[in-house]
């Protein structure tokens, strides 16, 4: 089966830089897309950054784009988000997620079949 774990997070003041970490295993295939989401008090989840890990394709959110950059690790066991620039809405529980045989970046909740535990990151002002 397919897992993943998020991990990383903590407590940064605003316009630093925290990068979360997302473990994965059990792929079956090299084609899948994994997806960070986030989730604030009170606030809907929302994608914030994605990426192919077949192709490289990306998607930004447009609230963290030119801040944010996700990358695969070398080993293709990891995916990082790295977050520069941190506001305090930045703060959320954020999430990994991977859509199976996903070629391409998607922001459609439903089509990612399998998600990780958050972690928890708290931007203070």
């Known amino acids: 089966d397919v897992q993943l774990q998020a991990s990383g997070g903590g407590l940064v003041q605003a316009g630093g830089s925290l990068r979360v970490s997302c473990t994965v295993s059990?792929?079956?295939?090299?084609?899948?897309?994994v997806g960070w989401f986030r989730q604030a008090p009170g606030k809907e989840r929302e994608a914030v950054s994605c990426?192919?890990?077949?192709?490289?394709?990306?998607f930004y959110a447009d609230s963290v784009k030119g801040r944010f950059t996700i990358s695969p690790g070398s080993a293709k066991d990891t995916v990082y988000l790295q977050m520069n620039s941190l506001k305090p809405e930045d703060t959320a529980v954020y999430y990994c997620?991977?859509?199976?045989?996903?070629?391409?970046?998607?922001?459609?909740?439903?089509?990612?079949?399998?998600w990780g535990q958050g972690t928890l990151v708290t931007v203070s002002s």
């Open positions: 997620a991977a859509d199976t045989y996903g070629a391409a970046p998607t922001t459609l909740e439903y089509e990612y079949d399998y």
């Open positions: 059990g792929f079956t295939s090299d084609t899948y897309t």
């Open positions: 990426i192919t890990q077949s192709n490289g394709r990306t």
